[in-house]
C-alpha cells in the first residue's frame, strides 16, 4: 500500500512511540487521526506539527477501552473521510502491579486497554475499512508477550492477548486486511530513568544501544507497504530477544 492520499488513525499517536508513527504517516503524505484519552495538548501539537507535513489531521479524545466512545470516533472519522486505510493500535498503559494484588483496577485498566481497546477499534473501523478495498492493521507489542517482567503481570498478559488478536485478525480479515505487529525493545528512554538505568538496559541489547521512535515507525511503515506480509511480528528492539547468547567479554 503507498501511503500518498491515504487516511490513517493511530491509537496513542499523542506521544512518544505513538507520535513517531503518527508523524511518519504525514511524511509519507496520508491523512492522520491522532487519538488520545489525556494528552490534549500533545495531540493538538502533534495535530499541528502533521498539518505542516501538508496533510490533513485530526485529533480525537477517545478511551479505547470504552466501546460506546470508540464508535463515536469511528463516526466521526466516517463521517469526514468515509473510513481509514491504516489502523495502528498503539495505545497503552503500563500499570504495575504485584502478585497476588487487591489493585484490581489496575489489571482491568491494563488489560482493556490492550485487549479490549485494540478490538475494538478494529471492530469499529474494518466495516468502513473493507468497504474502501481494505487496508492494513498494526498492533503494537513488546517483548513481554514471550518473556515476562516482573511486577507487569497485567502488561504482560495484555501484549500476550495482543499479540494473539493479530494473528487472529490476519486470520479473519484476509486476504483485504493484513494485519501484523511491531514488537519495540529498548525505545525512548522514559524520563524518569538514570544515565546507569539507561546504560543497563542498553547493554541488554545485542547492538548496546536504546533504539528510537523513527525506528519502530519505520518498521511499522514496513509492515504497511508489504503486501503480501500478514500475521507476522518484526522485533525493533537491537537484538534484545536473542541478547541470553551475546557474547561476554
Same mark, same amino acid.
Given at each position: ?41 500533545? =495531540? ?5 506539527? #502533521?498539518? &505542516?507535513?501538508? /496533510?490533513? *489531521?485530526?485529533?480525537?479524545?477517545? $478511551? @479505547? =477501552? ?5 464508535? #463515536?470516533? &469511528?463516526?466521526? /472519522?466516517? *463521517?469526514?473521510?468515509?473510513?481509514? $486505510? @491504516? ?11 504485584? /502478585? ?20 475494538? /477499534? ?128
Amino acid at each position: 500500500m503507498k501511503l500518498q492520499g491515504k487516511v490513517a488513525l493511530v491509537t496513542g499517536g499523542a506521544v512518544r512511540i505513538g507520535k513517531a508513527i503518527t508523524l511518519m504517516l504525514a511524511q509519507a503524505g496520508a491523512h492522520v487521526v491522532v487519538n488520545y484519552h489525556s494528552s490534549a495538548v500533545e =495531540a493538538e501539537a502533534t495535530m499541528a506539527e #502533521a498539518q &505542516a507535513l501538508g /496533510v490533513e *489531521a485530526l485529533a480525537v479524545k477517545c $478511551d @479505547v =477501552a470504552d466501546w460506546e466512545a470508540v464508535q #463515536a470516533m &469511528a463516526h466521526q /472519522v466516517t *463521517a469526514r473521510w468515509g473510513g481509514v $486505510d @491504516v489502523l495502528v493500535n498503539s495505545a497503552g498503559y503500563f500499570g504495575k502491579i504485584t /502478585v497476588p494484588t487487591d489493585d484490581l483496577e489496575t489489571w482491568r485498566r491494563v488489560t482493556r486497554i490492550s485487549i479490549d481497546g485494540a478490538f475494538y /477499534v478494529t471492530n469499529a473501523l474494518a466495516p468502513a475499512m473493507l468497504s474502501r478495498g481494505g487496508g492494513a492493521i498494526v498492533n503494537i507489542v513488546d517483548l513481554s508477550a514471550w518473556t515476562p517482567w516482573p511486577g507487569f503481570t497485567a502488561h504482560a498478559v495484555g501484549k500476550a492477548g495482543l499479540l494473539a488478536l493479530t494473528h487472529q485478525l490476519a486470520l479473519e480479515l484476509a486476504p483485504s486486511i493484513r494485519v501484523n505487529a511491531v514488537a519495540p525493545g529498548p525505545v525512548m528512554p522514559p524520563p524518569n530513568t538514570s544515565d546507569s538505568q539507561n546504560a543497563t538496559i542498553a547493554a541488554r541489547t545485542l547492538l548496546n544501544r536504546w533504539g528510537s521512535g523513527e525506528d519502530v515507525a519505520g518498521a511499522v511503515r514496513y509492515l504497511i507497504e508489504a503486501e503480501y506480509v500478514t500475521g507476522e511480528t518484526l522485533f525493533v528492539d537491537g537484538g534484545e530477544h536473542l541478547a541470553q547468547y551475546k557474547r561476554r567479554s
